[in-house]
């Protein structure tokens, strides 16, 4: 492919509710678009996760803004014929802005299967037509846990019931959700690193309640605490945010710091990195599942391609965009009463924004676009 233009999108969406974890409080979704055009005359969409301010990863959008306009996509231009696959061994030279990159290839990817009329999930080797739905429940008070927990479970269908906790938040929740819910449901928690070593008796207290796991208890940078924390609890550790490549998911996996691992697209680096990273831990036994950083209708949908890999074996935070949004960006993104979500098999992502939703000035604040040197345009216009 040859690339003949490329924008940049800033977007908000306002939250059905206020999104809280032990480290923030969610009330929009900003996130930052990007549109390749093709001299073949695709189209594709990237989606970039990184937040507005630096709670959860290092890299904010700003960042990757920058990275993508001063850096990464310049270096993809100058790529003498662009796929997601060359683009990703280009950009493997710039160290960090894995959601930036991420971003970047999923455009590519779209682009590129569009062309040879090829969804995603055929393209990264999914085997299955639909995955279970997972919700995360933010942190509440006890009376809206219980409304939303109820529903969530026989309303909407979900499968699979994460509970953010931080301290103080924790048995008591897990305590009254196993009670709603019973003993047969898939129940998981997720501390977002708000504990220490040191809470090691109060978290063993979770033990009883049967949980899939305990998804990042402590620091991100610390394997060894994860390691010696495995060590004391029966319910297994999952880690999230450390895990930013295949590598640092085999350092983690071989110190004992992680039985699970939790995949989210973005923070790994693109959806290729991820589908490498299910490789490694199914050939080393270990289970992982797709998370979610509230993406929009193409994330999201993209994210579902991904989980429909063979080795995804645990429900991942894969919910309907009526989960986070009024309105979606893309046809929204449905929770069936199977409690299943299709996987898209339409060429590349197989969705795409709706352009007068996209039009509205609540929910595009600007656009950029990038320009291209004319030296790659005219090569593009003389072949
Ligand atoms: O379903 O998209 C979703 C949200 C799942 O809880 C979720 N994500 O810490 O894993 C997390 C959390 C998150 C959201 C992290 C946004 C970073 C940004």
Redesign the pocket.
Known sequence: MRIAGIELRWVRLPLVTP?R?S?YT?EWKYALLIRVRTEEGAIGWGEC?A?RVDV??PETIDDAARALRETLIPMVLELPDVTAEKAKEALAQVEGHPMAKAALEMALLDAQLRLIGRSLAAHLGAVRPAVKA???V?IMSEKELIDTVLRYRFEEHYQRI?L?IEPGWDVEPVHLVRELLGADALLQV?G?GAYRLEDAGHLAELDRYDLLMI??PLAADDLDGHAALARKLKTPICL??PITCTADAIRAIDRGAAAII?I?PGRVGGYLEAKEIHRVCAARGVPVWV?????TGLG?AANVALAALPHFTIVG???ASE??FTQDITPPIVVGTDGLIRVPDKPGIGVEPDMTVLARPEITDHVEQIPIPAQVLAVGRAR
């Open positions: 999104f974890t480290r969610e996760v937040m959860y990863s997972g919700v995360s933010g994460k953010k997720d977002n998804e990042q999230d945010e939790n989210k998370g979610g950083m509230v993406e999201r935070d894969l919910s989960r986070f």
